[in-house]
T-cell receptor, first 110, second 114 residues
């Protein structure tokens, strides 16, 4: 089946730092979505990208749909403590179905 | 709007028992989905329903059945639970105007099979 490689698997953030994560695939996707999941909750949609090359922002979040349609990245600027959680990328395949990456865990540096 | 709701929130089953997980959405979405989430593996699609009256298998359908009861409700049934089905189960829906691919998730059901 389809596979998405999401990196890094986990990272530590210090308040105020910028954060980057990305997803790659050997397959072409027509849509990329980014979700965040807090502990004990369901994933919440952050950003949807529908066009190759598209760059979209949502507050401190910026995501891009790679020009090859095989990758996407998510940046978080000036991180704050409530940014901790798990971030998932998802790509559209076969109609309305999505395939998800394994997630990037954001933790706070102590 | 409540969005996507799931019941129960937690469940413990013994091996071989059966149960049904319930999901409902009030967003008038056409498509609904069931996923399972295991540590380090992201979300894997079990079954989905593109529209009322249709269901189809996803990536990991073995050991599960589904029913799309009406446009709002989509249930997942475990006929004979196994320890390998210990997981967190999420229901999702999509199909809003102009955003049919954006899936919205419920809070999850945490299932343990002993």
């Amino acid at each position: 089946g389809q596979q998405l490689n999401q990196s890094p698997q986990s990272m530590f953030i210090q308040e105020g730092e910028d954060v980057s994560m990305n997803c790659t695939s050997s397959s072409i996707f027509n849509t990329w979505l980014w979700y965040k999941q807090d502990p004990g909750e369901g994933p919440v949609l952050l950003i949807a990208l529908y066009k190759a090359g598209e760059l979209t922002s949502n507050g401190r979040l910026t995501a891009q749909f790679g020009i090859t349609r095989k990758d996407s990245f998510l940046n978080i600027s000036a991180s704050i403590p409530s940014d901790v959680g798990i971030y998932f990328c998802a790509g559209q395949w076969q109609g309305n179905k999505l395939v998800f990456g394994a997630g990037t865990i954001l933790r706070v540096k102590s | 709007n409540a969005g996507v709701t799931q019941t129960p929130k937690f469940q413990v089953l013994k091996t071989g028992q059966s149960m049904t997980l319930q999901c409902a959405q009030d967003m008038n979405h056409n498509s609904m989905y069931w996923y399972r989430q295991d540590p380090g593996m992201g979300l894997r699609l079990i079954y989905y329903s593109a529209s009322e009256g249709t269901t189809d298998k996803g990536e990991v359908p073995n050991g599960y059945n589904v029913s799309r009861l009406n446009k709002r409700e989509f249930s997942l049934r475990l006929e004979s639970a196994a320890p390998s089905q210990t997981s967190v189960y999420f229901c999702a829906s999509s199909g809003g105007q102009g955003s049919k691919l954006e899936q919205y998730f419920g809070p999850g059901t945490r299932l343990t099979v002993t």
